[in-house]
């Protein structure tokens, strides 16, 4: 028996199929959502920076491909479920709106008297029902460990409404306050190492933050020196790409070697003793307050800079006109949206899955106003 999630022992889809003759029920969902319509979209999606804002940032797909890329080194050094990490970390963004976190506040403030609106439940959501490409169901039909590690968060109003339509299903984790599988543990630590490190790269290129503010931080400072050191002739990008690098490795080691010390301790059966225990997948201390502080670094200097901010206040202006003008005659929206019976979530789900330059150009088609400059073709 083995800790990791085991897809021969998996516990199965909402709609039972055959199982494919080639794959594990983990690598098939990988490439159902490798497939899906939201996948694509994810090019389209903005992680800090606006999708036209420059080619060189991330975006939410690049995003995900480096959660993956983390996810199953970690997994393998570990000896997890690579392909499980892989499925869960290609999906966990799928639910996001346009325009990054500023699209999401928006659209929840929107939702407030319909229930609100989450991207981890939005993720779920596009996997189990709005994906249409199976004759048989909606959604994408995936496991319930991928459909686990996809709803990383939820709310305890969201987890009962789950619980009342798929009893023990994943969202009763969030009332019994169990752990989810260590893949899906893995992911959200490989989620937060990813976006550390790529937007204090892309922070330094959009010259709105500088390496010298970046050395204020002890963990920074410290691999900084320590290149300058082994290369005094190094300059410019290398040197911050050099340092980057030791920071992603020194963090990657030390999740390896502190969640093998708390396995060895705790010392797991299978995969569902790890339910029951406390967060296995963790830093240690010391990594937990440098990720922290890099974190909060990030708030404070890249996300709230005002250059970003002052794009943040017209996203959320189209995404509010665009849920208005749905709201009241949902016959701009296409087929499939229009005539559902609960009219809010189909404008909330028909938004979410907008791309940032449809939905600013669908913003000026209905309002004849240009707020953000889509991009050029
Ligand atoms: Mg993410």
């Known amino acids: ?33 490798v497939h899906s319509t939201a996948f694509r979209r994810l090019v389209y999606k903005t992680q800090v920076f606006l999708n036209h804002e420059g080619d060189l940032f991330r975006t939410r797909m690049t995003h995900s491909l480096e959660v993956a890329q983390l996810g199953r080194s970690i997994a393998r050094a570990l000896r997890l479920n690579e392909d499980l990490v892989e ?17 999401q506040d928006a659209l929840n403030a929107c939702m407030a008297a319909y229930g609100g609106f989450e991207h981890n439940l939005q993720s779920l959501r596009v996997v189990d029902s709005l994906e249409e490409r199976y004759p048989e169901f909606d959604g994408l039909n995936l ?8 709803l990383k968060h939820c709310s305890r109003a969201n987890a009962q409404k789950l619980e009342s339509r798929e009893p023990e299903g994943v969202g009763l984790r969030f009332l019994d306050l169990s752990q989810p599988s260590l893949e899906a543990q893995l992911c959200n630590l490989a989620d937060e190492i990813a976006y550390n490190a790529h937007d204090i790269d892309d922070g330094v290129r959009s010259g709105l933050i500088t390496v010298d503010q970046l ?41 390896i070697r502190n969640t093998q010390a708390a396995l060895d301790l705790a010392r797991p059966q299978t995969s569902d003793d790890v339910r029951r225990m406390p967060a296995l997948v963790r830093f240690g201390d010391q ?69 940032d330059r449809f939905a600013a150009r669908e913003h000026e088609r209905l309002t004849g106003q240009r707020l953000l400059e889509p991009a050029t073709e």
């Open 143 to 150: 496991s319930y460990e991928t459909r686990e590690g996809i």
């Open 287 to 355: 990594m937990r307050e440098q990720s922290t502080e890099l974190k909060r670094f990030l708030m404070q200097n890249l996300y709230r800079h005002p250059q970003v901010t002052r794009t943040t206040g017209q996203a959320q202006q189209v995404i509010r006109d665009l849920f208005d003008a749905y709201s009241a005659d949902e016959a701009l929206m296409p087929e499939g949206f229009a005539g559902r019976a609960d009219r809010q979530r189909a404008v909330a789900d028909y938004i979410a899955g907008m791309t």
């Open 87 to 103: 499925a869960i970390a290609l999906a966990h963004d799928l639910g996001h709106t346009p325009f990054g976190h500023a699209g």
């Open 215 to 255: 050395s204020s931080m002890a963990l920074f400072r410290g691999y900084r020196e320590e290149v300058l050191a082994e290369y005094p002739d190094l300059q410019g990008r290398r040197v911050l790409y050099e340092v980057i690098r030791r920071l992603l490795s020194a963090q990657v080691y030390d999740v």
């Open 1 to 33: 028996m083995s800790y990791s999630s085991d897809p021969a022992s998996s516990r199965g889809r909402r709609h039972a199929e055959a199982p494919a003759p080639t794959r594990t029920a983990f690598q098939r969902d990988r490439d159902r959502i």
